[in-house]
């Protein structure tokens, strides 16, 4: 069935950027809609950004600016790109893919924010 495996969390400095992976594998619809979610300790999981095979971008509010989604359809892989890193970011992020009403998760990349 349908796997996702996210990748390109770890620890940086405050101020620092990463770029997460997120790469899809088994039987997927073309359409569909994948996204990154992420959960602080202690929180609820939120959404960060959705993205459709089309390319259409969905951002969270408060994820506007340091976030950038964006996804190859020909490799079935998001990307998340994360600017001006804070503490308030650590989070298990995770990889979501939705499709014929249904969603997938990963299983999540630690991202820790920490000087």
């Known amino acids: 069935q349908v796997q996702l495996v996210e990748s390109g969390g770890g620890l940086v400095q405050p101020g620092g950027s990463l770029r997460l992976s997120c790469a899809a594998s088994?039987?997927?619809?073309?359409?569909?809609?994948m996204g990154w979610y992420r959960q602080a300790p202690g929180k609820q999981r939120e959404l960060v950004a959705l993205?459709?095979?089309?390319?259409?971008?969905n951002y969270a509010d408060r994820m506007k600016g340091r976030f950038t989604i964006s996804r190859d359809n020909t490799k079935n892989t998001v990307y998340l790109q994360v600017n001006s890193l804070k503490p308030e970011d650590t989070a298990v992020y995770y990889c979501?893919?939705?499709?014929?009403?249904?969603?997938?998760w990963g299983k999540g990349t630690l991202v820790t924010v920490s000087s």
């Open positions: 088994g039987i997927i619809f073309t359409i569909n809609t």
């Open positions: 993205i459709t095979s089309g390319g259409s971008t």
């Open positions: 979501k893919l939705s499709f014929a009403g249904l969603d997938y």
